[in-house]
């Protein structure tokens, strides 16, 4: 069941908010993303402390007491750091080892070795397909700028013809995929099948990824035809190295955790009953804390030790893949802390109040709610935190199947048009060397095909599912 039954939510809801409350509320929202907004471009204020001030502002506006306000948030914030935290740390241990391994070399050299001129920018998808499962985006730009501006200076090729691949299969990845932050907050938040929206995760990913990388990349080099910048080119982790692990192992040690969800995911739909003890066995071995502390524990000997790392040097990879994630949790926490902010000042009530009678699909509304969120703030992940928070009730009226589309129309909604309040959009335009106009054109627009093929997809799955 796809469509909005709101008039069913609306009766067992709380009453009804005011044509006055409506309005408030509106202005309340408006006012705390724009603060959010200002202080993450004009003031250059961290997105932390940014979503803390717009989140107090909100509660203000919206005629909130200030205790309140502040138990709002901290009660949000302290839910989706305790929800996703540990699954975020996780995943930057095993980025790290994958990357300081040589891991990550070993899997872009082993397909581009195989890879003819017209199949490259598939190459590239591709590699950035596998190599960001586990890594966050920002740590897959900069993993894969090297081999970009490699392979289009050794190949002659335009830089966006190489580049946008990359970055779409990067960018699909985190905004659809788990274990990347924002899906785990949102298949929670909305209590849907981890496994099962993993599954429709890679079903909506493979095309959107093609559509939006090399498919698009043909536009975008003719739009935008630059040479790869002289001076950005890193070392590569493995460089240095004596040796490095196989193709094969590390691709079977990215994708461990990955096999090890969908594998529940299976077991649940094969055997569905929750007290049989094979499905037992599996909901634990198939939850996220498991698998990826279990492709960690396997990452320390099939890429630490088969690169020659010493236990010393394991600890000390570890230990370093721990601090730079300080910031991503605190952004992530603090974008919960905003989302219980607004569902508790009545936001989310309130849209099922406006949108009743709109027969408007619930995926579509989810996705417009994400968009609308994604441009005021320039953050995927505080999109798809806020976005999963106020639809959440309307997951009450969904199937599994439909309640797992739901998250990926979030992660849809979140891709839409990155532009200069979002980090991930300088991140690009310095190190493809590009000015504000060339990065619209191409980064930007990208990220839009992204979300608008993801919806798409997505809807078109919940007419046969």
């Not at 040589?102 to 003819?116: E, F, N, P, W």
């Not at 199937?399 to 129309?409: E, G, I, N, Q, R």
């Amino acid at each position: 069941m796809t469509h909005l039954s709101v008039e069913m939510l609306a009766a067992d809801a709380a009453e009804p908010i005011t044509t006055a409350g409506h309005a408030q509320l509106g202005i309340a929202v408006l006012a705390g993303i724009a603060v959010i907004v200002l202080l993450i471009t004009k003031f250059k204020l961290h997105a932390f402390l940014s979503l803390i001030i717009g989140s107090l502002v909100l509660g203000a506006v919206a005629g909130a007491p200030l205790d309140k306000t502040v138990t709002s948030f901290s009660a949000g914030l302290g839910t989706t750091v305790a929800g996703t935290g540990v699954l975020i740390a996780l995943g930057a241990v095993l980025g790290r080892l994958l990357a300081d391994s040589g891991g990550a070399d070993q899997i872009v050299d082993t397909i581009l070795a195989k890879a003819s001129g017209k199949a490259m920018p598939w190459a590239m998808v591709l590699i950035a397909g596998i190599v960001g499962l586990p890594l966050f985006f920002e740590v897959g730009i900069v993993l894969l700028i090297p081999v970009v501006l490699l392979v289009a200076r050794r190949g002659n090729f335009s830089l966006m013809r190489i580049g946008i691949p990359a970055l779409a299969g990067l960018s699909v990845m985190h905004g659809l995929i788990p274990p990347h932050p924002g899906p785990l907050v949102a298949i929670d938040a909305v209590g849907a099948n981890l496994g099962l929206t993993l599954a429709l995760g890679v079903v909506v990913a493979i095309p959107t990824a093609i559509i939006a990388g090399p498919v698009f990349s043909r536009y975008a080099a003719r739009w935008v035809d630059i040479q790869p910048p002289e001076n950005l080119v890193p070392e590569r982790a493995s460089d240095d190295l004596e040796k490095r692990p196989g193709f094969g192992i590390t691709v079977a040690t990215v994708l461990l955790p990955v096999v090890m969800m969908l594998a529940k995911a299976l077991v649940d739909i094969v055997v569905d009953n929750p007290e049989h003890q094979v499905q037992k066995v599996f909901d634990v071995i198939g939850s996220p804390l498991i698998a990826l502390l279990t492709a960690v524990i396997v990452a320390m000997f099939t890429l630490g030790r088969a690169a020659g790392f010493t236990r010393l040097r394991i600890a000390a990879t570890v230990e370093k893949s721990l601090a730079p994630i300080a910031g991503v949790l605190l952004i992530v926490g603090a974008g919960g802390g905003f989302k219980q902010t607004l569902v508790d000042a009545g936001v989310g009530q309130m849209i099922m109040d406006i949108a009743k009678g709109w027969h408007l699909s619930t995926l579509l509304l989810a996705w417009l709610i994400a968009v609308t969120i994604r441009l005021a703030t320039g953050s995927a992940t505080v999109a798809t935190i806020s976005a999963a928070g106020l639809v959440a009730p309307l997951a009450a009226e969904l199937s599994t199947p439909h309640a797992a589309l739901l998250v990926l129309a979030i992660g849809s909604g979140s891709l839409f048009f990155s532009h200069v309040n979002d980090a991930g959009f300088w991140l690009v335009k310095e190190y493809f060397g590009m000015n504000v106009g060339q990065t619209l054109k191409t980064w930007s627009v990208m990220e839009t095909l992204i979300s608008v093929v993801g919806i798409v997809c997505v809807l078109l799955l919940s007419l046969v599912l």
